[in-house]
């Protein structure tokens, strides 16, 4: 009758009544201060019925319903609240009404009660009311058709396996669960680096099998959509060119689109990378990005469907001797002159930062430069460059900080959001882990993904402190205890990791564990130029000329190394080792602290963590406490890598006269 019976399979016991596959949507036991009813009218979805059904059930027991009861739960669609939005009121009768301005907004207003309830929060007078301020909330998963994850840290695809979509319903079903309660409403599931067999996903023979995975998501209001290779005509069914002018390949996008609608009614659309890292696309054949793009959106346009077109280019074949070159550069320079080329449903996606998802980067100057486009701001939730899901590293934080950062006119970038950004996506860190992240503290940042793009003026702490309420319930210890260590992590990992903005400091192959000069003489443009005096870029108008992309007020700021934010300053500046920081420390003594500084506060962390052993379920305290052990390892190597690194590179000693090896 209900839905229970189709996840139990992969529920674990980890603990008393915590369950892994459950993530923040665990048995709470709380308690209720009497039976309830549900009802609801003709239209509302069946999957908020059972929703709501199973999850008071799950917070308060099995006794929370009954049919006689006085007082109610009623779920009801209100045409009068703003798209997706919903209401959830207590009625004055010891019930509570729940409102959705369409199926989705139901779906999110019973999440969104849960939410409430299992965090504790008294409800009776309450009256919380929300719709997204981003229309558009999409996760990008990297997972290829071999059942491989590019940049996965989680175990294999749950979507692929053995080259083609291969799945398990009732896994997929938790998925989807979980993506909803956090307010998605759009996936693609695979890479976007569309290779191989990868292209042959919008074939007519694997279209059917793809759909399959689209009515899952479709029942809890997410969308499909796909990656796909702009050359695909060619490679797919032999066509001279892809060339976005051509009437063959113009009419051959139109054609599949047609074929795939007919079997996903509802597909989203199209994910797209082109002309970089060894990728055609419309600029090697001699056109623009945008008739490359708009080629795509007017084979979608018909069925409502959307472009994702990523901003992702630039030079990856750079002369290292040519220091005029400055990869940030390439996405404005390439997509600021076409701005108002793009037709309506193109939505340009620009990664936060000009680099490539690195522990401390400006934002990129291209968000919200672009006033007659669609922009979506692309997230990295997988830690590519943030420790693997290994190393524990709060991505809430640093998202708080791409929001608030000034994009002019006295606007952050979290006032564009929903405006001049109609869409936001964050690339995917799940697998096949039982846990579904590797390192069961990262389910954080998947959840804190979905709220920030649900309201992006949220704050770190509030989503860190509600994950934590709802994963591991409502023990006094670690939930005072707990969202601190999380939310500090970031910090801790940058103290160990390149410092002052510098970034790249990994090995080439795998960007984990330190390499100072792994990408220093490659192609790939991303250099730090360490000499034995100075180190940094000079970004300013009188080096590269990147500041110059962002607002006038934007770039008096940066020019001056002063002004500067020092967590940036070696990202804008090149400087001596010599140069005194505000804290009164040169800046090679403070690279020397903050790294002897990181350790010590990973050996914290573990301490923490094992106060919390009697407070936190068996599995998940054995899970973390693995990864705690190897993130110090990892911790001591950055330490004495990088240390041992400037010292050689300067004959510079740590004043403080702690370990460094000659």
Same mark, same amino acid.
């Given at each position: 009758?209900?839905?229970?019976?189709?996840?139990?399979?992969?529920?674990?016991?980890?603990?008393?009544?915590?369950?892994?596959?459950?993530?923040?949507?665990?048995?709470?036991?709380?308690?209720?201060?009497?039976?309830?009813?549900?009802?609801?009218?003709?239209?509302v979805?069946?999957?908020?019925?059972?929703?709501?059904?199973?999850?008071?059930?799950?917070?308060?027991?099995?006794?929370?319903?009954?049919?006689?009861?006085?007082?109610?739960?009623?779920?009801?669609?209100?045409?009068?609240?703003?798209?997706?939005?919903?209401?959830?009121?207590?009625?004055?009768?010891?019930?509570?009404?729940?409102?959705?301005?369409?199926?989705?907004g139901?779906i999110?207003?019973?999440?969104?009660?849960?939410?409430e309830?299992a965090?504790?929060?008294?409800?009776?007078?309450?009256?919380?009311?929300?719709?997204?301020?981003?229309?558009?909330?999409?996760?990008?998963?990297?997972?290829?058709?071999?059942?491989?994850?590019?940049?996965?840290?989680?175990?294999d695809?749950?979507?692929?396996?053995?080259?083609?979509?291969?799945?398990?319903?009732?896994?997929?079903v938790?998925?989807?669960?979980?993506?909803a309660?956090?307010?998605?409403?759009?996936?693609?599931?695979?890479?976007?680096?569309?290779?191989?067999?990868?292209?042959?996903?919008?074939s007519?023979?694997?279209?059917?099998?793809?759909?399959?995975?689209?009515?899952?998501?479709?029942?809890?209001?997410?969308?499909?959509a796909?990656?796909?290779?702009?050359?695909?005509?060619?490679?797919?069914?032999?066509?001279?060119?892809?060339?976005?002018?051509?009437?063959?390949?113009?009419?051959?996008?139109?054609?599949?689109c047609?074929?795939?609608?007919?079997?996903?009614?509802?597909?989203?659309?199209?994910?797209?990378?082109?002309?970089?890292?060894?990728?055609?696309?419309?600029?090697?054949? %001699?056109?623009?990005?945008?008739?490359?793009?708009?080629? /795509? &959106?007017? #084979?979608?346009?018909?069925?409502? *469907?959307?472009?994702? @077109?990523?901003?992702?280019?630039?030079?990856?074949?750079?002369?290292?001797?040519?220091?005029?070159?400055?990869?940030?550069?390439?996405?404005?320079?390439?997509?600021?002159?076409?701005?108002?080329?793009?037709?309506?449903?193109?939505?340009?996606?620009?990664?936060?930062?000009?680099?490539?998802?690195?522990?401390?980067?400006?934002?990129?100057?291209?968000?919200g430069?672009?006033?007659?486009?669609?922009?979506c701001?692309?997230?990295?939730?997988?830690?590519?460059?943030?420790?693997?899901?290994?190393?524990?590293?709060?991505?809430?934080?640093?998202?708080e900080?791409?929001?608030?950062?000034?994009?002019?006119?006295?606007?952050?970038?979290?006032?564009?959001?929903?405006?001049?950004?109609?869409?936001?996506?964050?690339?995917?860190?799940? %697998?096949l882990?039982?846990?579904?992240?590797?390192?069961? /503290? &990262?389910? #954080?940042?998947?959840?804190?993904? *979905?709220?920030?793009? @649900?309201?992006?003026?949220l704050?770190?702490?509030?989503?860190?402190?509600?994950?934590?309420?709802?994963?591991?319930?409502?023990?006094?210890?670690?939930?005072?205890?707990?969202?601190?260590?999380?939310?500090?992590?970031?910090?801790?990992?940058?103290?160990?990791?390149?410092?002052?903005?510098?970034?790249?400091?990994?090995?080439?192959?795998?960007?984990?564990?330190?390499?100072?000069?792994?990408?220093?003489?490659?192609?790939w443009?991303?250099?730090?130029?360490?000499?034995?005096?100075?180190?940094?870029?000079?970004?300013?108008?009188k080096?590269?000329?990147?500041t110059?992309?962002?607002?006038?007020?934007?770039?008096?700021?940066?020019?001056d190394?002063?002004?500067?934010?020092?967590?940036?300053?070696?990202?804008?500046?090149?400087?001596?080792?010599?140069f005194?920081?505000?804290?009164?420390?040169?800046?090679l003594?403070?690279?020397?602290?903050a790294?002897?500084?990181?350790?010590?506060?990973?050996?914290?962390?573990?301490?923490?963590?094992?106060?919390?052993?009697?407070?936190?379920?068996?599995?998940?305290?054995?899970?973390?406490?693995?990864?705690?052990?190897?993130?110090l390892?990892?911790?001591?190597?950055?330490?004495?890598?990088?240390?041992?690194?400037?010292?050689?590179?300067?004959?510079?000693?740590?004043?403080?006269?702690?370990k460094?090896?000659?």
């Amino acid at each position: 009758m209900r839905p229970r019976q189709r996840r139990e399979a992969f529920i674990i016991e980890c603990g008393a009544n915590y369950k892994e596959h459950f993530a923040w949507l665990q048995p709470c036991g709380n308690a209720f201060p009497h039976p309830l009813r549900l009802v609801s009218s003709a239209d509302v979805p069946a999957i908020a019925i059972d929703e709501c059904w199973e999850g008071m059930k799950r917070i308060f027991g099995e006794n929370i319903w009954n049919n006689e009861a006085a007082s109610a739960i009623s779920l009801e669609i209100d045409g009068s609240l703003s798209r997706e939005g919903y209401r959830a009121a207590s009625d004055g009768a010891g019930g509570i009404r729940v409102s959705g301005a369409d199926a989705s907004g139901v779906i999110y207003g019973v999440f969104a009660l849960l939410r409430e309830l299992a965090c504790g929060r008294c409800f009776y007078g309450a009256n919380v009311e929300s719709s997204p301020k981003v229309p558009l909330r999409i996760i990008n998963h990297w997972d290829r058709t071999d059942g491989t994850i590019e940049r996965g840290y989680a175990g294999d695809s749950l979507f692929f396996k053995d080259g083609g979509v291969s799945f398990d319903v009732a896994r997929i079903v938790e998925y989807a669960r979980l993506l909803a309660s956090i307010g998605i409403n759009a996936i693609v599931v695979n890479n976007v680096n569309v290779n191989g067999n990868d292209i042959r996903l919008i074939s007519k023979e694997m279209i059917p099998e793809v759909a399959k995975l689209a009515d899952i998501f479709r029942v809890y209001g997410i969308r499909l959509a796909l990656s796909v290779h702009f050359e695909s005509p060619v490679m797919l069914d032999c066509l001279p060119s892809a060339d976005p002018l051509d009437e063959n390949a113009i009419s051959w996008w139109k054609r599949k689109c047609e074929e795939i609608y007919r079997f996903i009614p509802d597909f989203a659309g199209f994910l797209v990378k082109v002309d970089s890292e060894f990728r055609g696309g419309p600029q090697a054949l %001699g056109r623009s990005q945008a008739e490359g793009a708009n080629m /795509l &959106a007017r #084979a979608l346009q018909p069925f409502g *469907g959307i472009v994702w @077109w990523r901003c992702f280019i630039y030079n990856n074949l750079q002369d290292w001797r040519d220091s005029s070159i400055d990869r940030p550069k390439a996405p404005y320079e390439l997509f600021k002159p076409q701005d108002g080329l793009f037709d309506s449903n193109v939505m340009l996606q620009v990664k936060n930062g000009p680099s490539d998802f690195q522990v401390r980067e400006p934002n990129s100057p291209l968000l919200g430069a672009m006033k007659h486009t669609k922009e979506c701001l692309e997230l990295q939730i997988t830690q590519e460059y943030t420790g693997h899901q290994i190393d524990l590293y709060s991505l809430a934080s640093q998202w708080e900080e791409v929001f608030a950062f000034p994009s002019g006119s006295g606007r952050a970038l979290s006032d564009l959001m929903g405006d001049e950004i109609a869409s936001i996506a964050g690339v995917a860190n799940v %697998g096949l882990d039982d846990n579904w992240t590797g390192h069961t /503290l &990262a389910q #954080a940042n998947l959840y804190a993904f *979905g709220r920030l793009a @649900w309201n992006p003026r949220l704050s770190a702490k509030d989503v860190t402190e509600e994950w934590v309420k709802l994963t591991f319930g409502l023990d006094k210890k670690v939930n005072e205890a707990l969202p601190d260590m999380i939310l500090r992590s970031r910090k801790v990992y940058e103290k160990y990791n390149s410092p002052l903005g510098l970034g790249w400091m990994v090995n080439v192959a795998h960007h984990y564990g330190p390499s100072p000069e792994g990408y220093e003489f490659t192609k790939w443009g991303t250099y730090h130029r360490a000499s034995c005096k100075a180190i940094g870029i000079d970004r300013t108008a009188k080096g590269t000329g990147f500041t110059r992309q962002y607002s006038a007020e934007i770039a008096r700021m940066l020019e001056d190394a002063r002004t500067c934010p020092e967590e940036l300053l070696l990202y804008f500046h090149r400087l001596p080792y010599s140069f005194e920081l505000k804290s009164g420390e040169t800046l090679l003594q403070h690279i020397y602290d903050a790294h002897f500084e990181g350790v010590e506060d990973v050996e914290a962390m573990i301490e923490l963590w094992r106060r919390l052993e009697k407070h936190i379920p068996k599995t998940a305290f054995a899970s973390v406490s693995k990864r705690l052990e190897m993130q110090l390892e990892n911790a001591k190597e950055w330490r004495d890598v990088i240390n041992t690194y400037f010292f050689r590179m300067t004959g510079i000693p740590d004043k403080r006269r702690r370990k460094i090896y000659p």
